[in-house]
T-cell receptor, first 112, second 114 residues
């Protein structure tokens, strides 16, 4: 079983839709959770960074962590064509050294 | 310049060539990383340097040789690569503290092995 599972998509939605992106994980020691956005021919860009369980909101983006279910989500409200990209989830553990475990990414297309 | 800068952006080389990838971070971080990104696969950690000392080497073949002369610069020296080494090579940096700070990435070098 992979440590982090992420549906590769592609996920195609109309402009203005609410997008839900998800990851599941198996290591209960993960405490730090991140979402990165990666445009074509660019490197991953940090979108959200959260510690432990709960919600964090930043503009149109909301990150949720449910540690009891080992499940994290990223919601995008009022999606725009400029949100079309690959979204990577990532997580790490206290005392995990320098290891951050990444999902394989979900490809998102937002149609105008 | 801001963030993490990688050069060159694209590299095509034969299997017998020697080349180097360069990374520079302008964020004042004290840890730097090399990752390999292949299509539809998670990022693979290759090497980590913290305070200019190598702290991780994830069973990477010896044809990849990292170098970290100072906390702002990181190199990946390439020699006698294989076609399966074609990928996007990403450099990242982070600040090492008691909590796990997130990594910040450059735009990568797209490497093609002929």
């Amino acid at each position: 079983q992979k440590e982090v599972e992420q549906d590769p998509g592609p996920l195609s939605v109309p402009e203005g839709a609410i997008v839900s992106l998800n990851c599941t994980y198996s290591n209960s020691a993960f405490q730090y959770f991140m979402w990165y956005r990666q445009y074509s021919r660019k490197g991953p860009e940090l979108l959200m960074y959260t510690y432990s369980s709960g919600n964090k909101e930043d503009g149109r983006f909301t990150a949720q962590v449910d540690k009891s279910s080992k499940y994290i989500s990223l919601f995008i409200r009022d999606s725009q064509p400029s949100d079309s990209a690959t979204y990577l989830c990532a997580m790490s553990a206290d005392g995990g050294g320098f290891k951050t475990i990444f999902g394989a990414g979900t490809r998102l297309f937002v149609k105008a | 310049e801001t963030g993490v800068t990688q050069t060159p952006r694209h590299l095509v080389m034969g299997m017998t060539n020697k080349k180097s990838l360069k990374c520079e971070q302008h964020l004042g971080h004290n840890a730097m990383y090399w990752y390999k990104q292949s299509a539809k696969k998670p990022l693979e950690l290759m090497f980590v340097y913290s305070l200019e000392e190598r702290v991780e080497n994830n069973s990477v073949p010896s044809r990849f040789s990292p170098e970290c002369p100072n906390s702002s610069h990181l190199f990946l020296h390439l020699h006698t690569l294989q076609p399966e080494d074609s990928a996007l090579y990403l450099c990242a940096s982070s600040q090492v503290r008691r909590d796990n700070q997130p990594q910040h990435f450059g735009d990568g070098t797209r490497l093609s092995i002929l």
